[in-house]
């Protein structure tokens, strides 16, 4: 592809002039079933009280069954939005106030505040340099007495450590959620991401690979689990019984129900997975093939037995390769017509809501005032310095769910790269 060599950023023509379209995963088949739903006058079927409807409507339990067929689990639980599964997968797992958690700093904040909702002390472990995914050596490292739980994100679309992360997890006899909001259809050594925790499960938010506006699903091997996200779905304590799990602890007032049109709709989705997992890691393979061959460009590294799904394709830069810092290229890019790319990720330890603790009220509750003493955890900058330094000078993304990115959009994503590389080069040969 022939461009013209004046950078955008310096008056030059861009090499995208024209938008690309959206990334788009509905067709056809979901306006049917959203149809379909419609049509029976039934948007929710779901009950607060004793009987059938406490589990949701005929679209809700159907999805349950056919997501527990697609990523080879025993149970799935639906709920209203990722953010809801994972306050209930905390809740479930039994946190008592004061409990830690080890999270990664890398990710939504949900992950963080769900161990929050249930007054439990979220602990931060630096990630991975190279993955991105929360680091074992450094989960081990923050274990304490008052450890509960590991919770991991397999960020961007690869799934985190988990068979040295499990090995930890049972040593010390911690539970494990996984957080894999981005990685719907990634492997782990032939096994299905997010299904190897106690509680795994993913997003189907608007800007996921697949998605139904808002929703989640909770996917878990243990039926005692499963339960226990039901009874927290679903005002549960309004239907205990004999019949219920002997660990009513946690089980208070919830509505994280999902409705039968986004269910329906969430169906069609799951069929469709496989395609649109397939359709981002061609975009992700043209991209690394051009891109690794740039100086001063990492482009994501997938660990051997990994797949990896591209939410995002996260890149790293080596600043001592490029004379030029990471705002000056971002802006470059931009300027070229590149959409999606963004700068840095998410330091969550530094977030005003930990380092000046007030996530109830200002007494700083839930970090004292606990039967078992004060929190000494801490949240101050250099806690995480892998994380820090990622999000603060190299780590350059690309959103690979915000456009469909075909083959030829690929080309001149690839085209602006070289284009603003070949000007970076020229700066660091005057040197
Ligand atoms: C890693 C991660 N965790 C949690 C969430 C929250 O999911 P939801 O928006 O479905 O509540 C998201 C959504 O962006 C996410 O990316």
Known sequence: MSVESTLARHGGTPVITKAFPPYKSLGEEEIQAANRVLRSGVLSAFLGSRGP??????????????????????????????????????GAIGLEPGDEVIVTPWTMVATATAILQWNAIPVFADID?????IDPDAVEAAVTHRTRAIAAVDIFGQSANLFALREIADR?????????????????????????ADIGGFSLNYHKHIHCGEGGLLVTNDDCLADRLQLIRNHGEAVINSNSPQDLSNILGHNFRLGEIEAAIAREQLHKLSGLVASRQLAASRLTNALSRLPGIIPPFVPEGSTHVYYVYGMTLDLDELCFDRAWILDALSAE?????????QNIHLNPLFIQRIAYGTSGFPWIGLKSGDSKVSYA???????????????LGLNLCAHAFTNDEIDHVIAAFEKVWFYLEGGRQSL
């Open 53 to 90: 409807g406490f589990y949701g409507g005929p679209e809700v339990q159907a999805l349950e069954r056919e997501a527990a067929d697609r990523f080879g689990v025993k149970r799935v639980v639906a709920v209203n939005s990722w953010t809801s599964g994972l306050v209930a997968a905390m």
């Open 337 to 345: 017509g590149v959409t999606g790319l963004f700068a840095g990720y």
């Open 172 to 196: 010390y006899n911690l539970k494990i959620v996984t957080d894999t909001a981005q990685a719907p259809g990634a492997m782990y050594n032939g096994i299905p991401a997010g299904t190897m």
């Open 129 to 133: 340099p190279q993955t991105f995914n």
């Open 381 to 395: 900058p250099g806690l995480c310095p892998v994380a820090e330094k990622l999000h603060q000078h190299t780590f």
